[in-house]
């Protein structure tokens, strides 16, 4: 039964015929749902073949898994000639180990593959471990020779029956008791049964001729039918091509309309872009070319106009947008408004700037009778409005903005120049007025009255001196080894002939001084602190560290660097704002070392009253911003101080000293 199923449902499907089959499981699996089938084809050139085919689980349904050729089979090994044994190997490209059903079922299946080798590949199969009974029993004695001759048409000749044969000649056998028995009997009966009904057969066919005629015709005219069908068809078929044509045609079109509309929208996103980011109103360009820049209104435009000339200009454009034409003309466009505004904006602070020159020098003469510098609190509120366009110009620009800073330093140089030497030449005249014109010097000995002065400042004035007092302290200890026989009262050097008038020009130079310095410190503030806003320059500012105020007795000088603290590296924004304070300001230094020169030359006891407030000045200012301007100034001009206090106290230490009363020896501490 298996047979004729895998016969019907498999091979015959695939022109193959069925010559043995053997129920097997893989080795060490107890499942027989496998069978190794041996088949040969219908067509020439025969092949043969081993094939695999699985039984399903459910029902009888096969599967065909995998074929071999049989001329790739090497070995066949039956594991034991003698002994009865259900296990064999097939040596394919690697070793397939098999367990039959049955011993005998094996048996058959290695003949049959024995015989296939002998008649279809002339003997390349190796058999091992087989019974050579089993091999010659596979060829009967006298079929050898046409086995080995190749006698291929006896085997191509049979054709199994199938099972509706098989059905009728049971019937047949079942309808006639001695067709087992008699065979020959059987057989002639069945050829007197098949005479009659080849009779019966050729009357038949004589009797229809002529419905055999008309079938003929019927035949023929359904012939025709079929032509004009086929040509109805044919005709269809054109129709149907020239139809998918014209549907290819519309596909291609609507392909072709979408890819239209994809790059209409990406087209319009791309204007949508550049128009919203590189559009500048009309009411911005206005304002560039005409904007009112002194009032506050216009100002306010322009700044607004400004900033969004530098974002469209700024923009970050997509890849292809700078070689668009038009973007190329609306960049050109922006350059050359931002050309025109800034040299607008620069041509009219210039002028603010020469302005401010000409409006200040009118308050000089004010300023010149009292010792007050003119104030520029209003030139620097009214240049502040421009200040975020400065920091544009700063951005956009930058030779401008630096063409601008020079003219900046240039203007304002001149300016304070005039004002401070005006300052200075009114604070020389107010000191030099009040020393009758130098005729206390003639009554006077120069050193005689520096240690008068020193002897009454100690009594009246000790209070005042906030600034360093270790050169004095020195000074006692140094004239105490010194000078021990000449040691006498400080208390009573009032005796001497110096005038009462001496006290009161100190202290009237003592108050110039201070407002000089009172006067100086807020101008440069102010002027440092206006730079930084309206030059966009960023004032680092650092922590002050401990003071430093290494002297030295022998003539040497404190330190250009008050301050040790601080960072270590300047910014150069900080740094441009000491230079154009250092230009803007460069009278100032040497102005005061002027007034120094001055003061000493009268008195020489004044550089003790400049020494005190110049270096409470220092100190004010170093913990300000020890790197600014006005501190760097102050320690230079506080070198001078100290060298000339440094050499007034030599001067006073080689002065006799005349005494009378009781006795002050200097070896005593100080009395302050």
């Not at 009974?133 to 060829?139: A, K, T």
């Not at 067709?179 to 066919?205: M, P, T």
Request: proline share 3%; net charge negative; aromatic share 6%.
């Amino acid at each position: 039964a298996n047979t004729h199923a895998l016969q019907r449902d498999i091979f015959t499907p695939n022109d193959e015929r069925l010559l043995s089959i053997v129920n097997v499981c893989k080795a060490g699996k107890k499942k027989r749902n496998c069978f190794l089938c041996a088949t040969v084809t219908t067509e020439r050139p025969v092949q043969v073949n081993v094939v695999k085919v699985k039984k399903s689980d459910k029902g009888d349904f096969y599967k065909r898994q995998t074929a071999w050729a049989l001329r790739d089979l090497a070995v066949v090994d039956a594991k034991d000639a003698v002994k009865e044994n259900p296990e064999f190997d097939l040596h394919f490209d690697k070793v397939y180990k098999w367990v039959a059903s049955s011993t005998a079922e094996k048996n058959t299946f290695i003949s049959c593959i024995w015989k296939l080798n002998q008649r279809y590949l002339r003997k390349k199969i190796d058999f091992i471990n087989v019974s050579s009974q089993l091999l010659e029993e596979s060829v009967p004695s006298g079929e050898n020779q046409s086995v080995a001759g190749g006698d291929e048409e006896a085997v191509d000749e049979y054709q199994e029956l199938n099972a509706r044969e098989e059905q009728d000649i049971e019937i047949m056998m079942e309808g006639c008791e001695y067709a087992i028995s008699n065979a020959e009997a059987f057989a002639e009966k069945l050829s007197r049964e098949l005479q009659v009904l080849d009779g019966a057969n050729i009357q038949s066919i004589m009797a229809s001729e002529k419905q055999v005629n008309i079938l003929m015709k019927l035949l023929d005219e359904a012939l025709k039918e079929v032509d004009q069908i086929e040509m109805k068809l044919s005709s269809y078929e054109e129709m149907l091509q020239s139809v998918k044509e014209q549907m290819d045609q519309i596909s291609e079109s609507n392909h072709l309309i979408h890819l239209s509309n994809t790059n209409n929208v990406k087209l319009l996103s791309e204007i949508e872009f550049l128009v919203n980011h590189m559009d500048l109103a009309k009411g911005h360009i206005k304002a560039l070319q005409e904007g009112d820049l002194t009032s506050s209104r216009g100002i306010e435009a322009c700044t607004n106009a400004a900033d969004a000339l530098l974002q469209c200009m700024n923009v970050a454009l997509r890849p292809g947008h700078d070689m668009l034409h038009a973007v190329k003309e609306q960049q050109q466009r922006f350059s050359d408004l931002r050309e025109q505004f800034a040299r607008r904006l620069a041509s009219h602070l210039n002028s603010v700037f020469v302005q401010q020159g000409h409006d200040q020098s009118s308050t000089l003469a004010q300023h010149s009778v009292e010792l007050t510098l003119p104030n520029h609190h209003p030139f620097h509120r009214d240049l502040l409005r421009y200040a975020k366009l400065m920091e544009w110009l700063k951005n956009t620009d930058y030779g401008k903005y630096e063409g601008l800073t020079k003219n900046y330093m240039d203007y304002l140089s001149r300016l304070y120049e005039r004002e401070i030497k005006d300052f200075f030449e009114v604070a020389k005249i107010k000191m030099t007025g009040t020393t009758k014109e130098g005729k206390k010097f003639a009554t006077l000995p120069r050193k005689e009255s520096a240690v008068k002065q020193e002897t009454e400042s100690l009594h009246g004035s000790s209070g005042k001196l906030t600034g360093s007092t270790s050169s004095l302290n020195k000074l006692s200890v140094q004239s105490s080894g010194s000078r021990r026989s000449q040691s006498s009262s400080l208390l009573d050097m009032g005796n001497m002939s110096a005038s009462d008038l001496d006290v009161a020009d100190r202290t009237k130079f003592d108050k110039i001084f201070e407002q000089v310095l009172s006067e100086l410190e807020p101008l440069c503030l102010a002027e440092q602190d206006f730079i930084s806003k309206f030059f966009k320059l960023q004032q680092h500012q650092s922590i002050p560290g401990t003071t430093n105020e290494a002297e030295e007795m022998d003539g040497g000088s404190l330190s250009r660097s008050y301050t040790s603290g601080g960072p270590q590296t300047v910014s150069s924004e900080k740094d441009m704002i000491r230079q154009m304070m250092t230009k803007i300001f460069r009278c100032i230094e040497p102005e005061l070392n002027n007034l120094i020169a001055l003061g000493d030359k009268i008195d020489s006891f004044n550089s003790l009253y400049m020494l005190v407030k110049m270096s409470h000045h220092v100190w004010t200012a170093q913990n300000v911003d020890p790197a600014s301007f006005l501190s760097t100034t102050l320690g230079n001009v506080l070198v001078t101080v100290k060298r000339n206090f440094d050499k007034c106290i030599k001067e006073v230490e080689t002065i006799p000293i005349q005494m009378t009363g009781p006795s002050l020896s200097l070896n005593d501490p100080p009395l302050f």
